[in-house]
C-alpha cells in the first residue's frame, strides 16, 4: 500500500501530538506538574472528551463519590443549578439526579491493531502483546536513560530510536517469550531515522492523514510515563536554548511495534480491517453524555466550595486590631503554611506573616561547598540566573573546609550511593559486610531523631555551623547587583517601609524517611528541594551592611534594628528551625526568646489542627505526646503518609493579608501578599500571574489528575515501588511504563479520598483594569481562565466578581 505522504502535514501532526504530552521531572528535584499542560489551548471540556475517546481517560472522579456529596448536603440543588446555566447544555436537574442511580461504564481507548492481537490471545495462560510492548519499550528507556543504577547500558551514542532498533535487531527475549521468530529480523529493517520510521508507519497501516494527530496521540499515551519524561529532555532542553527530539524517538518506537507486529495481511476477514473497521466507528462517534453529567457534578462541587471561600473572604477578620508588627514572619505561600501562619498570628496581634514565593524570589542553583553537586533553587519553569555555594567568610578557611570534605565524600561515594536504590538494604550489607547490618537496623526502626541534612554529608559539625549559603558580591555583579536583588525581593514581599525588629524568612520542607518521592513533599518553589538555603542565602544578604548602605543610598531603608532570621518550617512535625543565630546581635535576644516559644506554641496548635488526618486525634490534647507522634512517623521507614502533603488545595488568594487573616481557610489556600496600591504600573501583579499562579496550577493540576486518573497520571501504589535510573522515576512493581504524579497513599486514606479534585480558583484583589492588561497581554493566562483550567475571581469590600467568557459578573 502506497500512501502519497505530504511532509509538511505529518511534521505537523508529530509537533502537534508531542506538544500534547507535559514534562515529569526527576525524583530528587520532583515538582508538581499539570500533566493536561499541553492541551491548555484547549477547553476543559473539549480536552475532557479527548482524552476520554483516544486514551479512556477519566476527568471526574465516579458518580458514586458525587452522590455522597449531594446526601451530605456539600452539593446543593442552588450549586447543580448553577453549574447547568454554565454548561449550556441539554442537561437538567432531574437528569443529572437520575444518573446517581446509573451504571455508567468507564471510557475506554480507542484500539490500537496489538490490541487486537490480544483479543485472540488466551490471556490467562499467554502474555498480552500490549502488556509486552509496554514492558520492553520501559525496561529499555530505563537502562538508556540510567545514569547512576544500571549495570549495562545500551549504546547511547546515536538517538534513542537508534539505540532501541540495533538492540531489538539483537534481542531474542520477547520473540521467545511471545513465540514471534521474526521480531530480530523486521526491527532491522525499520527505518534509519525515526521521522522516517513513522512515515513508513502510517503508510504501511493505511492511517490517512486526517487521523495522524489522534493516531499519534492514542500510540503516545500507550508509554505516556516514558512520553513525560522525553517531555522533560525537552523542557530541559529548551530552558537553555537548543532542541532535544527524543519526544519524537519514543513516539517512533511505539508506532514501530504496530508495525512488528502487522502481518501485512488486508482482507475483510484480516486483524487489519478488524482493527481499521473499530478504529473508525469509535474515531468518528463518542457518546459524551456519561461525561457532561459527571463534569457537571464536578462543577457543582467547585461552586460550592467557591461559595464557602467567599464567605470568608468577606467576614470581618476575626483577630480584631492589628498593631505595629514586632515580628515579622515571611512564609511560602503553600497551602501548609496557612494553618502555621493563622496560628502564629493567634499567639499576638504584634505578629505580622507573609506569603511570597518559597524561593524567595533568588534566581539560584546551589552547590555545596567542597562538592560538583549542583541543584537549581527555584521553580521548574525557570532557568538559573546565578550560582551560589557556601561560605564563612574567609576564603582561606573555606578552601580547608573544601579540602576536607572531598577526601570523606571520596571515602563514603563508594557505598552511599546504594542507598537510593532498590533493595539497596542487601547490597549495602554485601557491600560492607555484617559490621552495617546493625546501624541499618537502627536507621530503619521508628523513632525521633532528626534527620541527617544531605547537605552536611562529609562536614564536621563545627564546619557545618561555621559555613551558609552565600549570595556573595562576586557571584551577584558586586554590591549594586547585590542591591538590585535585595531590592526585587523587598518589592516583591511588600517589605518597603514598617519594618519589624525581626524579619523571620521561613522556607520549608518535609521530613520522612524511605520515601523516593521525597522532593514532591518539599518546597516546589525551589525545584522539589526545602526552601533552607534561599532563606540563609537572602537573610545574610539583607542583613549585609554594604548591601543595606547601597539600598540607603536609592531610598530604601532597613533600619539599623531590623535583623533577618532563616529558618525552615519542617511540614511533617510543624516545628520551625533557626538558622545562624550566632550573628543575632545581643539587644535582639528578648525578641528571639519570644517569637520562639510564639512559635513552639504555634506548632502545638497546627499539629492539633492536623492530628485528626493522621489518625492522631487521641492524642491531639496533649503537646508532647503528639509532637512524639508526629516525630515518630516522620523518622518511620514503613510510614507510607509522614505528611497530606498539598492534598485538598482548591485556591490560590493574592490579596492583603488583612483579607484572610483570622480566617480558618482549612489549609485549603495558596496566600500570596499583594498590595494593589503599592502596585501602580501592575508590574507585580503581572509578576504573580505570570509566576507563582501557573505554579498553583500546575500543583493543583497535578492533585486533581493524580485522583481522577491515577493510573495514567499518580504512580499507584507506593508500596510497591522501585525506583527508576537512581532518580528518573519508579516502575510500580518491576516493570510497566515509569509512573509519573502522585501515590493512591498521597490522595487516600484507604477509606476515603483526602484530595478534592477541584480546578483552582485564584482569587486578586485588584482593579479590573490590572487584571485584565495582564489577561490581554499573556496567551498562556488567557487560555488558562478562557478554556477554564482554572476559575478567576476578583475581591475587593463591594463583594466578589468572577471571571467567565471574557466578561466580569457579579457573584
Given amino acids: 500500500m502506497t500512501m502519497p505522504m505530504n511532509q509538511e502535514t505529518l511534521h505537523s501532526a508529530i509537533a502537534d501530538a508531542v506538544d500534547t504530552i507535559a514534562p515529569t521531572w526527576p525524583l530528587d528535584r520532583m515538582i508538581a506538574v499539570n500533566p493536561y499542560w499541553g492541551r491548555i489551548g484547549q477547553p476543559f471540556a473539549v480536552a475532557a472528551e479527548e482524552l476520554a475517546n483516544i486514551a479512556g481517560s477519566p476527568h471526574t472522579l465516579s458518580l458514586d463519590y458525587y452522590a455522597d456529596a449531594w446526601r451530605s448536603g456539600e452539593i446543593t440543588e442552588a ?18 439526579l437520575a444518573a446517581l442511580e446509573e451504571d455508567y461504564l468507564p471510557p475506554v481507548p480507542v484500539p490500537l491493531l496489538s490490541d487486537m492481537l490480544d483479543r485472540q490471545r488466551d490471556l490467562h495462560r499467554e502474555p498480552a502483546w500490549c502488556d509486552t510492548i509496554t514492558h520492553q519499550i520501559s525496561q529499555f528507556c530505563a537502562a538508556y536513560f540510567d545514569q547512576r543504577q544500571a549495570d549495562w547500558h545500551p549504546e547511547r551514542s546515536g538517538r534513542l530510536y537508534t539505540s532501541w532498533r540495533d538492540a531489538l535487531g539483537d534481542d531474542h527475549s520477547v520473540p521467545l517469550l511471545m513465540r514471534a521468530p521474526g521480531i530480530p529480523a523486521r526491527a532491522r529493517a525499520l527505518a534509519a531515522d525515526p521521522q522516517e520510521q513513522i512515515a513508513a508507519v502510517l503508510d504501511s497501516l493505511g492511517i490517512p492523514s486526517s487521523q495522524w494527530y489522534t493516531y499519534f496521540c492514542a500510540v503516545l499515551k500507550r508509554v505516556s510515563g516514558w512520553a513525560a519524561w522525553c517531555a522533560y529532555l525537552r523542557w530541559q532542553a529548551r530552558l537553555e536554548e537548543r532542541e532535544d527530539d527524543t519526544l519524537i524517538d519514543i513516539l517512533a518506537i511505539r508506532l514501530s511495534w504496530e508495525c512488528l507486529l502487522d502481518d501485512g495481511e488486508r482482507a475483510a476477514a484480516s486483524t487489519w480491517h478488524a482493527w481499521h473497521t473499530e478504529w473508525e466507528e469509535k474515531t468518528s462517534r463518542f457518546d459524551n453524555h456519561a461525561l457532561r453529567v459527571q463534569l457537571t457534578w464536578q462543577r457543582a462541587q467547585e461552586i460550592s466550595y467557591q461559595r464557602g471561600l467567599g464567605e470568608r473572604l468577606l467576614a470581618p477578620a476575626a483577630t480584631g486590631t492589628v498593631v ?7 512564609f511560602c505561600i503553600d497551602v501548609r503554611s ?26 539560584i542553583s546551589y552547590a555545596p561547598l567542597g562538592t560538583a553537586a549542583r541543584r537549581p533553587q527555584l521553580p521548574g519553569l525557570l532557568a538559573p540566573a546565578l550560582d551560589i555555594s557556601d561560605s564563612s567568610g574567609d576564603p582561606g578557611r573555606d578552601a580547608d573546609i573544601s579540602t576536607q570534605r572531598q577526601g570523606k565524600l571520596q571515602a563514603l561515594f563508594g557505598w552511599r550511593t546504594f542507598e537510593s536504590v532498590p533493595l539497596s538494604s542487601f547490597t549495602l550489607v554485601e557491600s560492607m559486610g555484617l559490621g552495617y547490618l546493625g546501624k541499618l537496623i537502627r536507621r530503619s526502626l521508628p523513632g525521633t531523631s532528626k534527620p541527617e541534612a544531605d547537605d552536611a554529608l562529609g562536614l564536621q559539625p563545627e564546619q557545618s555551623c561555621s559555613i551558609r549559603p552565600t549570595l556573595d558580591a562576586a557571584t551577584a555583579g558586586g554590591v549594586s547587583g547585590q542591591a538590585d536583588i535585595a531590592a526585587q525581593v523587598l518589592t516583591g514581599m511588600g517589605l518597603s517601609d514598617n519594618f519589624a525588629r525581626l524579619v523571620l524568612l521561613l522556607g520549608h520542607g518535609s521530613q520522612n524517611r524511605n520515601n523516593p518521592h ?9 525545584c522539589g528541594q526545602t526552601g533552607e538555603v534561599n532563606a ?6 539583607l542583613n549585609d551592611p554594604a548591601v543595606r548602605a547601597e539600598l540607603a543610598q536609592r531610598g530604601r531603608v532597613i533600619p539599623d534594628t531590623t535583623v533577618f532570621v532563616a529558618g525552615l518550617h519542617n511540614t511533617t512535625t510543624d516545628e520551625v528551625k533557626l538558622y545562624d543565630l550566632t550573628s543575632l546581635p545581643g539587644s535582639h535576644m528578648p525578641d528571639l526568646e519570644r517569637i520562639q516559644v510564639q512559635l513552639a506554641f504555634a506548632g502545638h496548635a497546627a499539629r492539633r489542627e492536623r492530628a485528626p488526618s493522621l489518625g492522631l486525634d487521641a492524642v491531639s490534647a496533649e503537646p508532647e505526646v503528639l509532637l512524639r507522634a508526629v516525630r515518630e512517623r516522620a523518622d518511620d521507614w514503613a510510614q507510607t503518609r509522614p505528611e497530606w502533603g498539598l492534598a485538598n488545595n482548591a485556591a490560590f488568594v493574592v490579596a492583603p493579608r488583612a483579607r484572610t487573616r483570622g480566617q480558618d481557610l482549612q489549609g485549603r489556600s495558596f496566600l500570596h501578599d499583594y498590595d494593589h496600591r503599592k502596585d501602580p504600573d501592575g508590574s507585580l501583579l503581572e509578576l504573580i500571574m505570570t509566576a507563582p499562579m501557573i505554579v498553583t496550577n500546575w500543583i493543583n493540576m497535578q492533585y486533581y489528575a493524580s485522583t481522577v486518573d491515577n493510573r495514567r497520571y499518580g504512580s499507584g501504589n507506593k508500596t510497591l515501588h522501585n525506583v527508576v535510573g537512581g532518580r528518573i522515576g519508579v516502575f510500580e512493581g518491576n516493570g510497566g511504563d515509569l509512573r509519573i504524579g502522585l501515590p493512591w ?4 486514606n484507604g477509606e476515603r479520598w483526602l484530595h478534592t479534585p477541584l480546578r483552582l480558583t485564584v482569587v486578586i484583589e485588584a482593579p479590573r483594569e490590572a487584571i485584565d492588561t495582564v489577561i490581554g497581554k499573556h496567551d498562556m493566562v488567557r487560555q488558562l481562565l478562557d478554556n477554564q483550567w482554572l476559575h478567576l475571581m476578583r475581591v475587593d469590600d463591594a463583594g466578589l466578581e468572577v471571571y467567565r467568557g471574557g466578561q466580569w459578573q457579579a457573584q
Avoid: K, W, Y
Fill in 79 to 96: 450549586d447543580l443549578q448553577q453549574a447547568l446555566a454554565e454548561n449550556d447544555c441539554e442537561l437538567d436537574l432531574a437528569t443529572l
Fill in 324 to 330: 505595629e508588627p514586632a515580628v515579622q514572619a515571611a
Fill in 338 to 363: 496557612e494553618v502555621f501562619r493563622r496560628h502564629l498570628e493567634a499567639q499576638a496581634g504584634d505578629i505580622q506573616t507573609l506569603g511570597f514565593a518559597g524561593f524567595f524570589g533568588l534566581p
Fill in 518 to 526: 521525597r522532593a514532591g513533599l518539599d518546597c516546589g518553589a525551589c
Fill in 536 to 541: 540563609r542565602a537572602l537573610a545574610g544578604l
Fill in 745 to 748: 497513599q498521597s490522595l487516600h
